[in-house]
């Protein structure tokens, strides 16, 4: 009797290949390659050839047969063992195989037990669509062998060459005499064109089932309209011919709930049954689908697991069915049973971690265990897999994650104290040390106490396990490394405040992290965050920094080329995403939300660039998923994330770096899923109900309005009538760089000459300014500097390529050598000028710099110890990135708030003059910052970023302190309500008069609270300046603040009364008097 999928074993000599179907050995020829030395076997001649010896597995004593014997014509009588397949083969082998391929199977084995040889035989056929059968037969079969062949197979999803897998059948003799195990490789064509007809046997079970003829039980599915003859027929059209033909209609409607559960998300399902099989009674039939994975990979790791946990593969299916857009769904379904419990290898494993197999728990506890780790296999991290599968299987899945995990999070700190010996590597290496193991082991299960949904630990058992833990490690661990990374670990666990761990179907580990654990050393000298999200995926670590409880901030993914760049991402990874939030936090003054960022780094070495596409897409989702386990609310995470904090957390998100539209629409898809309360506004910049950044150039504007100001007040320049040079970085194709040149152009004409741009590609220079016109048609193409035309440039131009030496040279000098007024970097990486290098930018004989004014467009392009020291030592102008770029995030944020008032509908409906007056609100932003900015600049002493930072903390201040006022009740309800307006003054007109009213109802109160106070301290702030605000005690400051905005009413009263003309009463002429005693002289002066 042949049972489908079987484990078999590989050996790496005596194997025959078989040619079929007229394939072209060169389309194969990576993969056979790999494969070891083989027989070929010629299905015409219905003979063999050696390709090379038989090794120690050659029969020596079998007869040869010369060249001139005549072959006969195979029968299947001739042979007693092909008789056995073929007469106790039942049903599935004949079901799912179609008879050629059976005929080429059952010559095979004859040719080979002819020659009297092992029966060892690697076949490759071409199906009829063009995809690729790798067929293997073996002798007998061995325990885990399925994972040893799966182990072995051809192409993976880092070839360049990578064929995906679309179809497996492995087939055995119950006597486990013969085994036939069948891979198919190649995108599979659509279902049958008639799906009816192919699946009419699903279609008349369902029907019966549905009309409760069947008995319903364990044996029969649930009737539900799932099963529907509408439904089932709109599945069957996802799902291959042969899927449908070969299925058990009961197991078809079983495999189509699971693919239900799956579809659209990233998630696993799985349904376990016992076999109700004569000859397969006490196994289980495990049914797994998997949405949007590699196949290959999945069936290994699913195969790899239940060897883990002392399960064998008997049988098994793999089948793709189409999810739309989404991908697709892996099913998977094995037959599996308990291994030999006397294996020598799994004695370490039963020693030290019992399973439910061996005898110390129930079924369900046995499954319950299974299915939540097969959950995970999809996404762990190659790192946590050798650790478990490989090294200490006693671990378990999730003690070897949260290890790793703990390991990731320790670099960025540890690395600072010392970068060699805590190198990522290292710090893995020593903490999983055989030596080490039970200690780190020990605390994780501290963590796990500690957040455990229905068992934690009272807090004062907490601290005295964790002092007997740190009392071990002292008593135990000599080496003062390995100490000082278990002490981190207990540190991670004490400054752990939620986390997901035992959420079922998550896709990463992730903890809610007191802030102050990521100060490396006593005495750093900078702000703490409000709270810190960390993630650790397959592939990848993510850190969420926000100083704000609500907030705002960019996505970014960082993607090294190679595992050294990767390391020393990884040891920085967490200041970089730390220091674009704080950027963040200055320059969301003017916004409900403060600031926040998030980076995540992902490791695509040696990937190919289809694989590396797949990687960043699944870590975009692990990473979002993970957020979203820490922040929603549902009866689900009440339940199983304990949180220490207590305080619900509003975040939100953007597209930065690598992010694309497809991310952005899925994370919001699943911000509605995962139940968050206004997910149309966790990710901004949606293809339709978004305000797309670089499509309306919101940044940009906010740029060139700190261009215009500071070119007047710093150089004396009138752009609109004098002609000025300006060098960039950053190409036509970006966001912000693109839309400057745009502006530039259209703004200021011929009187801009753009002297040099650089970017990835290259860098374009022309001392008489590039041409405008070939500018805006790169811009137009989303066409990088590269592609500029030569014919376009002037006499003395130049266009140097990145793909030279000395084009790589040009691009990354041209930022300081170029000679020009104004120099706005609007794109390259963050410490491009750093305190080490920034003499270069200045004039060699000490004649200044190059560009005596610069506006940062991007983000961190010069460290602050290198602005300071251009500022000293040659005079130069930087306006701060904090200010100059601020309109994304103000954009961003209005389209928040849109998303909370208004549907879909009303938004596209409006979204041309939504869009205008965001820009002419963002427009007025900047204006009123730059013009503040050069006050004091010309006024007071320091820099332009200095100042820029002064204004920023005075407005965040003044908003923090008011929001603590709103919050302790030191305003009344009613008080709050008189200041709502300050909340409509700061929506778009069309915002407001479509959906004031519905504020209440739809945005959360907090929200409402922290947009007053922006607003108030804002124009507190723009209006008198930042020496008023610092004078003020603290503790008044909010009582003052709130005094101002109700004093202004009375003084915008006055102005009216002056404007329209009237006669003013006497108490009015007298409010007019004081106010020009008490400011009219310093007004007059533009003292404040």
Not at 201 to 216: F, N, P, R, S, W
Not at 767 to 790: D, K, T, V, Y
Request: aromatic letters at 8%; proline letters at 4%; charged letters at 25%.
């Amino acid at each position: 009797m042949l049972r489908s999928v079987v484990s078999s074993s590989i050996r790496r000599t005596n194997h025959a290949t078989l040619t079929t179907n007229g394939l072209l050995l060169c389309r194969g020829a990576r993969a056979i390659s790999r494969l070891p030395p083989c027989c070929h076997y010629d299905n015409k001649a219905l003979g063999y050839r050696c390709a090379s010896s038989f090794g120690s597995h050659t029969n020596h004593n079998a007869s040869t047969t010369s060249s001139n014997d005549k072959r006969l014509t195979w029968q299947a009588e001739h042979n007693v063992d092909i008789q056995r397949v073929t007469q106790r083969a039942i049903p599935s082998y004949f079901r799912q195989v179609p008879e050629e391929y059976r005929m080429s199977h059952m010559k095979a084995i004859a040719a080979i037990k002819d020659a009297n040889i092992d029966m060892h035989m690697n076949l490759q056929s071409v199906k009829p669509d063009g995809r690729l059968i790798l067929t293997f037969i073996r002798p007998g079969a061995e325990t885990g062998g399925l994972l040893k062949l799966i182990q072995d197979l051809p192409w993976n999803h880092n070839d360049d060459g990578y064929l995906p897998l679309s179809e497996v059948k492995v087939f055995t003799a119950q006597d486990e005499i013969l085994s036939i195990s069948m891979f198919t490789y190649g995108e599979e064509n659509a279902g049958p064109e008639n799906v009816e007809e192919a699946g009419a046997h699903i279609l008349e079970y369902a029907e019966t089932l549905m009309k409760g003829d069947t008995v319903v039980g364990d044996i029969h599915p649930e009737p539900e309209d799932l099963f529907l003859r509408e439904n089932i027929v709109d599945h069957m059209k996802r799902c291959s011919e042969n899927y449908i033909r070969g299925a058990d209609p009961r197991r078809f409607l079983q495999q189509m709930k699971l693919v239900r559960q799956v579809s659209g998300n990233e998630g696993i399902a799985i349904l376990e049954e016992e076999s109700l099989d004569e000859d397969t009674l006490g196994c289980y039939w495990l049914n797994i689908a998997i949405a949007n994975s590699l196949p290959q990979i999945s069936l290994e790791n699913a195969t790899r697991l239940l060897d883990l946990h002392n399960f064998d593969v008997l049988r098994a299916h793999l089948d793709m069915i189409s999810d739309g857009e989404n991908g697709d769904v892996t099913m998977i379904r094995m037959l599996v049973s308990p291994m030999d419990r006397h294996r020598p290898d799994k004695e370490l494993f039963r020693s030290s971690f019992v399973t439910p197999m061996d005898g110390h728990g129930s079924r369900d506890d046995m499954f319950k265990l299974l299915k939540r780790e097969l959950k995970r296999t999809k996404w762990l991290d190659p790192e946590t897999m050798d650790l478990v599968f490989d090294r200490y299987p006693w671990l378990g899945v999730r003690r070897g994650e949260i290890i790793t995990g703990f390991c990731s999070l320790m670099h960025p700190i540890m690395s600072k104290i010392n970068p060699l010996a805590f190198s990522k590597t290292s710090i893995f290496h020593t903490v999983t040390k055989k030596r080490y193991i039970g200690h780190a082991s020990a605390i994780v299960d501290l963590f796990l106490d500690r957040f455990h949904p229905t068992q934690r630990i009272s807090q004062e058992d907490f601290e005295s396990e964790r002092a007997r833990l740190q009392e071990l490690i002292e008593a135990e661990v000599e080496d003062t490394m390995a100490a000082g990374l278990l002490y981190k670990m207990l540190e991670i666990v004490s400054h752990s405040l939620k986390t997901n761990i035992f959420l079922e179907n998550r896709y990463a580990f992730g903890l809610r992290l007191d802030p102050s654990i990521m100060v490396a050393e006593q005495g750093e000298d900078r702000e703490l965050p409000y709270g810190i999200l960390f993630a650790h995926g397959r592939r990848f670590n993510g850190y969420h920094v926000r100083f704000r409880d609500i907030s705002r901030g960019g996505m970014r993914l960082v993607t090294p080329p190679n595992g050294e760049q990767y390391a020393l991402e990884s040891a920085r990874q967490y200041d970089e995403c730390y220091g674009l939030a704080f950027a963040q936090q200055l320059k969301n003054k003017d916004i409900p939300e403060g600031g926040s960022k998030a980076v995540v780094l992902i490791d695509v070495d040696s990937l190919s660039l289809s694989a590396k596409n797949f990687v960043m897409r699944k870590s975009v989702k692990a990473f979002t998923d993970t957020i979203l386990d820490l922040i929603v609310d549902t009866p689900e995470t009440r339940e199983q994330c304990v949180d220490l904090r207590g305080k619900k957390e509003v975040i939100y998100l953007g597209p930065d770096e690598q992010v694309i539209p497809q991310d952005i629409n899925w994370i919001v898809q699943r911000a509605a899923k995962r139940g968050y309360d206004t997910p149309n506004a966790f990710m901004s910049s949606k293809p339709r109900a978004g305000i797309n950044h670089k499509e309306f150039g919101v940044t940009s504007e906010g740029v060139n309005v700190y261009l215009d100001v500071a070119l007047r007040e710093i150089l004396g320049i009138d752009p609109k009538k004098d002609s000025f040079t300006l060098k960039m970085t950053g190409g036509p194709d970006g966001d912000v760089a693109g839309n400057e040149l745009k502006i530039l152009i259209r703004e200021y004409g011929d009187n801009c000459k753009i002297v040099g741009i650089a970017d990835h590609s290259g860098c374009a220079e022309d001392p008489e300014g590039l041409n405008h016109e070939e500018l805006m048609r790169l811009f137009h193409a989303s066409l990088c500097i590269s592609h500029f035309s030569e014919s376009k440039l002037g006499t003395d131009g130049k266009l140097h390529l990145a793909s030279t030496e000395e084009g790589v040279k040009a691009r990354n000098s041209m930022h300081n050598r170029l000679v020009s007024d104004a120099f706005v970097p609007a794109g390259g990486r963050p410490n491009t000028i750093d305190i080490h290098n920034y003499k270069h930018f200045l004039l060699e004989g000490g004649g200044g710099a190059s560009s005596p004014l610069i506006v940062e467009g991007a983000n961190l392009f010069i460290t602050t110890e290198a602005r300071q020291a251009l500022f000293e030592e040659a005079g130069v102008a930087i306006v701060k990135d904090s200010s100059a770029n601020k309109g994304g995030v103000i954009t961003s944020s209005y389209e928040i708030i849109c998303a909370m008032l208004l549907s879909e509908e009303e938004f596209t409906d409006n979204k041309q003059q939504i869009v205008n007056e965001v820009l002419e609100k963002l427009r007025n932003f900047a204006s009123m910052e730059a013009k503040l900015m050069f006050r004091e600049f010309h006024n007071y002493p320091g820099s332009l970023p200095y100042h820029s930072q002064v204004i920023s903390n005075a407005i965040n201040n003044t908003t923090d302190v008011v929001i603590r006022a709103l919050d302790d009740s030191l305003v009344s309800e009613a008080e709050v309500m008189d200041l709502l307006p300050l909340f409509r003054d700061h929506l778009p007109k069309t915002v407001a008069d479509l959906a004031f009213d519905r504020v209440k109802e739809r945005v959360p109160s907090q929200y409402v609270k922290n947009a007053i106070a922006s607003s108030i301290a804002s124009k507190l702030v723009y209006r008198e300046g930042t020496k008023f605000v610092d004078s003020q005690p603290q503790d008044k400051l909010a009582t003052i603040a709130l005094a101002y905005i109700e004093k202004g009413k009375q003084v915008a009263l006055l102005r009216e009364s002056l404007e329209k003309g009237g006669i003013l009463g006497d108490s009015e002429k007298q409010d007019i008097l004081d106010l020009l005693e008490a400011g009219g002289a310093r007004t007059a002066l533009n003292l404040f």
